[in-house]
C-alpha cells in the first residue's frame, strides 16, 4: 500500500544530495500516479460506472470497501493518541503528532474515496441542500466534516509552538513565551476531550450505514459499531506503529524501543479484542442454525474460506501469537511486522462485510436480479462475484498517492517530535 | 422528449379505456396493488409491457418474475415428491415505511403522499444507497447510458440520466389519466388488481381480507402498498 510506504524517502531529504533526488523521485512517482488517477476518473465520469466492475448485484465495491478501511485508519489513530493523552500516559507522547497528522491524512483520504463511487459526483451539492435528517450517510458526512477540521486544528495545535518558535507565519501570531507553552499544554488537554469521542463517533457513524440496514443480513447486527471501533484500532494503531518505525529509522523522530513493545503490546490487546467479538458474531449467527445464520455460514465455506482464513487466522491469529511473546515485542521488526499483517487482516475482514454482505439478494429465487446492463446470456443473476476493473484500481491508487503526497509534504514542514515530558 | 408524444391514452378506444379506468377509490386514495400467485401463470407480459412502457433500458428490469423454487420456470417439489409450480412477480413494493426514502441522502427518492414512492431523476447523487437498503432488490442502477433494442425510445416517459436510481413508478404517467398501471390491464389471467387501500369496501381491501393477502417479506416491516394473494389450489402437477 503506497500510503504505507509514503513517508519513507522524503524525510530523508534534507540529510544529502542523494536524498533530495530520491525525494525528487518519490513525489514525481506520485504526481504521475494522481495523473493517472484523475484521468481514470474523468473517464469514469464520461463513461458511466459501468466501467467498474460493480453491478445492480453488488451496487458497492472498492470506493467504499477504501472509504470504510480509511475512516478505521484515522479514527483508531487518534482514539490510541487522545486516550493517551487523556489517562496521562505519558509514554505515547513522542507519537501523539505522528497519530494526529496520520488521522487528519487518513479522514480526507476517506471522504475522497467518496465521490468517485457517486454515480453523479457534479450534483455533490445537493447534499447540504437537500440533505436527509434520517439518512446515516448524512450523518457520517457530517461526523467526517467535523472530525476533519477537528483533526486538523489538533495537528496545527501541536506544531504551533515549534512552528512560532521557528518564526514560520504557520504559527498566525501564537506566542513562545512561558506562559502560552503552559497554556497550550491545557489546550492540547482540552482538545483530547472532544478529539477522543469525536473518534469514536466517526466510526460507530459508519459502522450504521451498513449495521442498520434490515435488508442486508450480514450487516443487520448491533454489534457492527463496536466491532468497527476494534477493527480501527487495530488497523489505526498498526499504521502509527509503521509510520513511526519507518518516520524513526528516516532519524525524523525518535522514541525507545520501550515504546515500540508498549504499542505492540496494545495491539496485541486490540487483535485479541476485534477476535472476541467476531467468535460472539458469528456464534449468534451460526448457533440457532437458522436461516437468519444463511450469510455467516457462507463466511465458512467455498470461495470466501480462504478469505475468512486470511480474515481471522492471517489477519487476527498469527499477529496476535507474534505480540504474545515479550521477547519479539521487543523488536521493532516484528512489531512492525505484526503491525503490517493486522493492517492486511482489517483490509480483508472490510473486504468479506462488502462482498458477502451484498452478493447474495434476500430474495434468492430465480433467476435473479437484473444486472443492470446488456450482456451475453441472461442479464439476470443471483449472485455475483465482485472484481474491481483497472479503473476502480487507477482511481484508488491515485487517490493513495495524493494521500502519501499529502503526509510527505506535511511530515517535511511540520515538526514531528513532541518535547519529551518534563 | 415524452411531453410531444401523444397520450396512448387518448388514442384508445371507449371499450379498451374504460377496461383500464382505475374506478372506485376513497376521499384519500393510498394507491396499492394485489397480486394474485393463483393466477399467475408466469407469462412475463407484464414484466415485457413495463418495458416498453417506461423505456427500461436492456439489462434492467422494473418487474421481474421470480419462480418460487430453485430453477426458473421448473416445478418446485413439496411433500412427498408432489410438484407445483408457482411464481412471484416482483416489482417496486411502494412502502409506507420504505427503507430507500430513509437513507437517502438527498431526498431524491420520497412519498408522494398517494401511496407511491417516487423517484428525482434530477436531484438523485447515484450513491446507490437504497438500493442498499431496499430488501426486494428491485431499483436499478443506469450504469451506462441506456441501450435498447431499437435506436427509438420506446416508453410514455422520458429516459433517465446516467448515473441515476430508477425504478417501478406505477406507471404514474398513467394514473394522472385515471388508468391502472400497464402491467395491471395487460395480466392475460386478471392476476394483478389495482386500487385504493384506503377504501374499507375496495376491491383491494375485500381481497386481502377474504384470500389472506400477505406483505413480502414480512419481517422487515417495511408495509408494502403492494400485496400478495397466497395460491389455495394444492393440485400436484
Given amino acids: 500500500m503506497s500510503a504505507v510506504a509514503a513517508p519513507a524517502t522524503p524525510a530523508a531529504a534534507p540529510a544529502a544530495a542523494g536524498g533530495r533526488r530520491a525525494l525528487t523521485a518519490w513525489i514525481g512517482l506520485l504526481l504521475v500516479l494522481m495523473g493517472i488517477g484523475v484521468a481514470a476518473f474523468l473517464y469514469q465520469f464520461a463513461n458511466g460506472l459501468q466501467v467498474t466492475g460493480m453491478r445492480n448485484t453488488v451496487m458497492w465495491g472498492q470506493y467504499i470497501l477504501f472509504f470504510m478501511f480509511f475512516v478505521g485508519l484515522s479514527a483508531g489513530g487518534l482514539i490510541v493518541a487522545s486516550a493517551g493523552r487523556l489517562f496521562g500516559v505519558k509514554a505515547f507522547k513522542p507519537i501523539t503528532r505522528l497519530a494526529v497528522l496520520e488521522a487528519t491524512v487518513a479522514v480526507i483520504l476517506a471522504a475522497t474515496f467518496i465521490l468517485p463511487d457517486l454515480g453523479r459526483p457534479e450534483r455533490i451539492l445537493n447534499i447540504p441542500l437537500y440533505f436527509n435528517p434520517t439518512s446515516p450517510m448524512i450523518w457520517d458526512i457530517t461526523i467526517v466534516m467535523v472530525y476533519m477540521a477537528m ?11 515549534d512552528l512560532a518558535r521557528r518564526g514560520s507565519w504557520l504559527a498566525f501570531g501564537t506566542g513562545t513565551s512561558e506562559r502560552t507553552m503552559a497554556r497550550e499544554e491545557r489546550v492540547k488537554s482540552a482538545m483530547a476531550w472532544v478529539a477522543l469521542p469525536a473518534a469514536i463517533m466517526l466510526h460507530s457513524i459508519t459502522a450504521w450505514i451498513f449495521g442498520l440496514q434490515i435488508s442486508r443480513g450480514f450487516w443487520y447486527s448491533s454489534i457492527m459499531a463496536p466491532m468497527f471501533i476494534t477493527s480501527a484500532l487495530v488497523s489505526g494503531l498498526g499504521l502509527v506503529i509503521l509510520l513511526g518505525l519507518i518516520l524513526r529509522r528516516l532519524g525524523r523522530l525518535q522514541f525507545a524501543d520501550d515504546l515500540v513493545a508498549m504499542l505492540g503490546g496494545l ?23 437458522a436461516p437468519e445464520g444463511e450469510a455467516a455460514a457462507r463466511m465458512l465455506s467455498g470461495a470466501y474460506l480462504p478469505l475468512f482464513l486470511v480474515e481471522v487466522v492471517g489477519g487476527l491469529l498469527v499477529p496476535f501469537l507474534i505480540l504474545s511473546q515479550r521477547r519479539l515485542r521487543r523488536s521493532p521488526l516484528w512489531v512492525g511486522a505484526a503491525a503490517a499483517i493486522g493492517i492486511v487482516g482489517i483490509f ?14 434476500n430474495i434468492e429465487l430465480p433467476p435473479g436480479l437484473p444486472v443492470g446492463l446488456p450482456q451475453d446470456g441472461s442479464s439476470f443473476a443471483e449472485s455475483h ?38 | 422528449m415524452a411531453d410531444d408524444k401523444v397520450s396512448p391514452v387518448e388514442a384508445l378506444s371507449p371499450a379498451s379505456r374504460a377496461w383500464g379506468e382505475i374506478g372506485e377509490r376513497s376521499g384519500q386514495p393510498h394507491w396499492g396493488m394485489v397480486v394474485d400467485q393463483e393466477r399467475c401463470i408466469g407469462c412475463w407480459s407484464c414484466a415485457v409491457i413495463c418495458k416498453s412502457e417506461n423505456d427500461v433500458p436492456l439489462g434492467m428490469w422494473w418487474n ?3 419462480t418460487e423454487g430453485t430453477a426458473l420456470d421448473q416445478p418446485e417439489e413439496v411433500r412427498g415428491g408432489a410438484l407445483e409450480m408457482h411464481w412471484l412477480p416482483l416489482a417496486c413494493q411502494h412502502c409506507e415505511n ?13 412519498h408522494r403522499g398517494d401511496g407511491l414512492v417516487m423517484q428525482d431523476y434530477d436531484r438523485c447523487i447515484g450513491c446507490r444507497y437504497c438500493m442498499i437498503a431496499c430488501p426486494y432488490g428491485v431499483r436499478n442502477f443506469n450504469w451506462g447510458e441506456p441501450v435498447r433494442p431499437t435506436p427509438h425510445e420506446t416508453g410514455m416517459v422520458g429516459a433517465r440520466p ?7 413508478t406505477m406507471c404514474v404517467q398513467r394514473l394522472a ?5 400497464s402491467c395491471v390491464w395487460s395480466c392475460p389471467t386478471g392476476a394483478r388488481v389495482f386500487g385504493d387501500l384506503n377504501d374499507p369496501h375496495g376491491r383491494l381491501v375485500t381481497l386481502i381480507r377474504e384470500r389472506e393477502g400477505y406483505d413480502l417479506l414480512e419481517e422487515a416491516g417495511t408495509k408494502p402498498s403492494v400485496k400478495y394473494l397466497p395460491p389455495r389450489r394444492r393440485s400436484p402437477l
Avoid at chain 1, 476493473?389 to 506535511?410: H, Q
Wanted: with cysteine.
Fill in chain 1, 151 to 161: 483533526s486538523a486544528l489538533y495537528v496545527w495545535l501541536y506544531a504551533r509552538a
Fill in chain 1, 267 to 289: 495491539l496485541g490487546a486490540f487483535l485479541a479484542l476485534e477476535a472476541f467479538l467476531i467468535l460472539a458474531e458469528y456464534l449468534t449467527a451460526l448457533y440457532p442454525g
Fill in chain 1, 348 to 361: 480483508v475482514h472490510r473486504l468479506n462485510l462488502v462482498l458477502n454482505g451484498l452478493s447474495f439478494p
Fill in chain 1, 385 to 422: 462475484w465482485y472484481v474491481p476493473t483497472a479503473i476502480e484500481w487507477a482511481i484508488v491508487i491515485g487517490i493513495l498517492s495524493f494521500g502519501a503526497l499529502l503526509f510527505t509534504i506535511a511530515s517535511l514542514y511540520l515538526p514531528m517530535q513532541e518535547p519529551d515530558a518534563h
Fill in chain 2, 64 to 66: 421481474r418474475i421470480l
Fill in chain 2, 98 to 110: 420504505a427503507p430507500c426514502v430513509k437513507v437517502c441522502p438527498v431526498q431524491a427518492t420520497y
Fill in chain 2, 162 to 168: 446516467l448515473g441515476t436510481v430508477e425504478k417501478c
Fill in chain 2, 177 to 181: 389519466e385515471d388508468q391502472v398501471p
